[in-house]
């Protein structure tokens, strides 16, 4: 049984920073992918960043790209989002999931971080 555990997010003012974290374990599968996901009000779920635990590819959506970097703790097989220079569209429920297959739309979800971005 594959479990996802995030937790990290709260408020945090434009341009400011911001951790998420992510442990997936119970797979077995060396090239899993763990993926941060968003949901806006009103919005479909987005795909913000993903990485391949096995190659450590990967991949950032482009409103992202700049802002935010993926890293994994070798010790621990935490994978960490760090959100920079954060922007009010940041705003959104974050969750981390974890996918066996190469496409990474997440097959196992964490429970959701709000991320708030404020003035």
């Known amino acids: 049984q594959v479990q996802v555990v995030q937790s990290g997010g709260g408020s945090v003012q434009i341009g400011g920073s911001l951790r998420l974290s992510c442990v997936a374990s119970?797979?077995?599968?060396?090239?899993?992918?763990l993926g941060w996901f968003r949901q806006a009000p009103g919005k479909e779920r987005e795909r913000v960043a993903r990485?391949?635990?096995?190659?450590?590819?990967?991949f950032y959506t482009d409103s992202v790209k700049g802002r935010f970097t993926l890293s994994h703790d070798n010790a621990t097989n935490t994978v960490y989002l760090e959100m920079n220079n954060v922007k009010p569209e940041d705003t959104a429920m974050y969750y981390c999931?974890?996918?066996?297959?190469?496409?990474?739309?997440?097959?196992?979800w964490g429970q959701g971080s709000q991320v708030t971005v404020v003035s």
């Open positions: 119970g797979y077995s599968y060396s090239n899993y992918c």
């Open positions: 990485i391949f635990l096995g190659t450590r590819e990967t």
């Open positions: 999931g974890a996918d066996p297959r190469p496409i990474c739309n997440g097959l196992y």
